[in-house]
């Protein structure tokens, strides 16, 4: 019997990374971070934050000055950056294609829901998906890792 997943648990991060965990994480994970957050920004845990960034809200943005959401700067986590500037600065490295899902959105809605439904075998566009995602999944893995030591703290360099 295959069991059903919903991504219905937002990453610790999800206000930079958009991260979705699936339900099956409430019992197995107790920091709930996506794989890319833990694998870049555990990496660089600043403070015993194991890669959970800290956010705050109303504070001012040390690069563009405007009082915003603000999270702290991985690499250094003492200086605070709106959620715009964070993106430009930690994620401009990574150029990645987005990849479409090849059926419309019904068929992707019930794909999502349940991934792992042998009926998805018979849909060969699918199975094309899958390795896309994955060589996408692999290629921006590779690129975090060449990344991290381009991506100082903007303040501090």
């Known amino acids: 019997m295959n069991e059903q997943y919903y991504y219905n648990i937002e990453c610790k991060n999800h206000k930079v990374c958009n991260g979705l965990l699936p ?19 555990g990496k660089l845990s600043q403070n015993n934050s194991n ?10 943005c040390l690069q563009c000055n405007k009082y915003e959401k603000v999270v702290s700067y991985p690499s250094c986590g003492q200086h605070y950056l709106c959620l715009d500037c964070f993106d430009y600065n930690w994620y401009s490295h990574i150029k990645l294609p987005s990849i479409m899902f090849p059926y419309n959105k019904e068929i992707e809605n019930e794909y999502r829901n349940n991934p792992y439904d042998e009926k998805w075998n018979n849909y060969c566009l699918i199975q094309d998906y899958n390795k896309q995602v994955d060589s996408w999944v692999n290629l921006k893995q590779e690129i975090i890792k060449k990344c991290i030591p381009l991506r100082k703290c903007p303040i501090c360099k």
Do not use: H, M
């Open 23 to 41: 339900d099956r994480w409430l019992d197995k994970r107790g920091r709930f971070l996506c794989i890319p957050c833990e694998t870049t920004f």
């Open 51 to 60: 890669g959970i960034l800290k956010f705050a809200e109303n504070i001012r």
